[in-house]
């Protein structure tokens, strides 16, 4: 496909010679470039590890069920206080 992009003028001077010692398109050295960037970009980097704050306490309050989310979600919409 055919288009029409706006380079740096001596960036475009640089990218022609680097072309021409290497023996490739223009079009050739651009697509390879591209397709390095979005490689790299797509690659997940090494994320911080994430420090979760906790707290003590007694466990689980009674007649509290994890496994039955509707509940729980009930549970801790009720006002603080309520059992």
Do not use: C
């Not at 960036?11 to 023996?23: P, V």
């Not at 470039?33 to 309050?61: C, D, E, M």
């Amino acid at each position: 496909m055919r288009t029409t992009i706006r380079l740096d003028d001596q960036l475009l001077r640089s990218a022609k010679r680097f072309a021409y010692e290497t023996g490739q398109s223009l079009t050739k050295l651009i697509e390879d470039a591209l397709r390095h960037a979005l490689a790299r970009r797509t690659a997940k980097p090494a994320r911080k590890p994430i420090k979760l704050t906790t707290v003590s306490g007694h466990g689980l309050r009674s007649g509290v069920d994890i496994d039955d989310s509707a509940a729980l979600l009930a549970f801790m919409e009720q006002p603080h206080g309520s059992s």
